[in-house]
């Protein structure tokens, strides 16, 4: 039996009670059905096969998983810092005991292939970890000092918060949000993507037997227009961590205006990777390739637009597209699969079509280019390549999210700073040289939240993540989660009987 029909074995396992039990929303500790008994189908991209029917949570289920949100907030917010942190490892420890079945579940639901995905629980639970171990000093601050008075700064957390993610890569999406809002002691009320719900019902079904008790972590699934509606514009819910396209960023930003909600905000991207002459090219060829095929181009920080300096450019994109042409594309249970099928029909029109919208603006396919014949007829497209491309192309200024490539070649550092600045994006950019003066220099006026000299993306989770422009408003990572989950309080202590101005005699 070849290894992936042993996979494709296990995954079936897995399946088996989602195809049985279909996904139910959590609420208070209880798995229940919608409200109204609706539900909708999730599909595989792999066959586009039904995978489970999953509860359409509306305004009345996020109004219950609300009031469970915030009945359980004043226990989980009073509860010591020291067993937050023990807690949240142990749902650590959970999610590793349960990672080829996250794995797989996350690879039949999104298409992503085993090769990433092998590592999404891992990622998961490093993120738990790593919010654990800083959930005793999330209230620390500062003690600041004038003349007749102490000001002490502490931080307190905000309140029942409204997580929606996306369907790209949901496990490790989902606990980057999640696991911060908890350590900092805000209760939950997650709204994942339609598209791929499942992995989100493992998550909480993970967190409430390793003790989380019930009704901190609420899920309901639904749709972006009712339940993501709702769950933004309920008055318990005091902020919402949004991931997601810069357009639905604006229209929760829109829907929370009346509660005055806080937001932060993870959007779009359409990043550039910068090559001079002086890089060494074969390393920036391979991170360029990763950064734009890995994940099958779902992914917010890929390298979409690859700007290479001129002298350099055909000797460099014949090296990516070489490399492109090599990127097995497959099965995403099959281990030596790189690109599986893209998340759903839909998605893989949009792919497609920005390809023939590239073709017809007079761009030329150097690598890829269509869709492929893949096992179970699923969504999937070849890793694509595209030369001879102008930054003003609508493929080298929208988020395509798919394994798409636009190279564009450029004369000098000032014409590189121009193009990689001229989109409506900002979230990561990608600089390669060896001139460290330049790269000081173009990194400081790049304008992007999060940069990366001679690497593709490498996460140390301490640093922040976020983007500027259309890609986002706000910061995660390190302490800048807490900031988000907490508000900031000033007392001041008089330490003298100062003079207080008298009034009225
Ligand atoms: P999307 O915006 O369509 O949906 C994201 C989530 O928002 C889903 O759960 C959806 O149901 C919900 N939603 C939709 N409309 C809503 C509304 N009116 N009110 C409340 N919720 C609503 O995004 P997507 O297609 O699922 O994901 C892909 C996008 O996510 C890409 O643009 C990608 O760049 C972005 N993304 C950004 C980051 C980042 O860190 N910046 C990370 C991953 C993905």
Redesign the pocket.
């Known amino acids: 039996m070849s290894t992936l029909e042993q996979n494709l074995g296990k995954a079936e396992q897995y399946l088996a009670r989602f195809r049985e039990l279909g996904v139910l929303n959590q609420i208070a500790g209880e798995a229940v059905p919608a409200l109204d008994g609706a539900t909708f189908e999730s599909i595989s991209p792999v066959d586009l096969k039904p995978l489970a029917k999953v509860a359409h949570g509306k305004a009345g289920d996020i109004d219950r998983a609300a009031q469970a949100a915030k009945s359980t907030f004043p226990a989980w917010a009073a509860l010591p810092g020291e067993k937050r942190k023990a807690l949240l490892h142990a749902i650590a420890d959970a999610i590793e005991a349960r990672a080829e079945e996250i794995a797989f579940v996350e690879c039949m639901d999104t298409g992503q292939s085993l090769r990433f995905m092998a590592k999404a629980a891992l990622r998961g639970a490093e993120n738990f970890r790593f919010f654990a171990d800083r959930a005793p000093q999330a209230r620390d601050g500062l003690a600041l000092r004038t003349e007749g008075q102490v000001n002490l700064t502490t931080r307190v957390p905000i309140g029942p918060v409204g997580i929606?993610?996306?369907?790209?890569?949901p496990f490790m999406?989902s606990t980057w949000k999640i696991a911060p809002a908890l350590a900092a002691g805000c209760t939950i009320v997650h709204?994942?993507?339609?598209?791929s719900p499942l992995s989100a019902r493992l998550l909480v079904e993970i967190a409430e037997e390793a003790g989380l008790p019930k009704g901190v972590w609420n899920l309901v699934n639904?749709?972006?227009?009712d339940?993501?509606?709702a769950?933004?514009e309920h008055p318990a819910i005091k902020a919402i961590g949004?991931?997601?396209?810069?357009?639905?960023?604006s229209?929760?930003m829109k829907?929370g205006a009346e509660t005055l909600k806080r937001v932060h905000f993870?959007?779009?991207?359409k990043n550039p990777v910068i090559v001079f002459a002086d890089a060494d090219l074969e390393r920036a060829a391979d991170a360029a390739v990763f950064m734009i095929y890995s994940l099958n181009g779902?992914?917010?920080?890929s390298s979409s637009r690859l700007l290479v300096e001129e002298s350099v450019h055909d000797r460099f994109t014949a090296l990516v597209a070489e490399k492109a042409k090599r990127i097995r594309v497959g099965h995403p249970l099959d281990p030596e699969t790189v690109i599986g099928p893209l998340i759903h029909p839909v998605?893989e029109e949009k792919v497609l079509e920005y390809i023939a919208i590239g073709r017809s603006e007079g761009a030329s396919v150097v690598a890829g280019g269509g869709k492929v014949t893949g096992p179970g007829g699923g969504c999937y497209v070849a890793p694509t390549l595209f030369t001879g491309a102008a930054n003003s192309m609508r493929i080298a200024q929208e988020?395509i999210?798919g394994p798409v490539l636009t190279a564009i070649p450029f004369k000098d550092e000032t014409e590189a700073l121009t193009l990689a600045n001229d989109v409506q994006y900002g979230?990561a950019g990608y600089l390669w040289t060896a001139d460290v003066t330049r790269a000081f220099r173009f990194s400081d006026r790049l304008e992007a939240g999060m940069i990366w000299v001679n690497s593709e993306n490498v996460r140390h989770l301490p640093t922040p993540?976020?983007?500027v422009k259309s890609?986002?408003i706000g910061r995660d990572g390190g302490d800048w989660s807490f900031d988000f989950y907490m508000e900031t309080k000033n007392v001041a202590f008089a330490t003298a009987a100062h003079a207080i101005p008298k009034l009225g005699g």
């Open positions: 929606i993610t996306p369907w790209n890569t999406l709204k994942p993507a339609e598209l639904g749709f972006g227009e339940a993501g509606k769950l933004t949004f991931v997601g396209e810069s357009r639905t960023g229209l929760i829907q993870e959007l779009g991207g779902e992914r917010c920080t998605h988020e999210f979230l993540f976020g983007g890609s986002g």
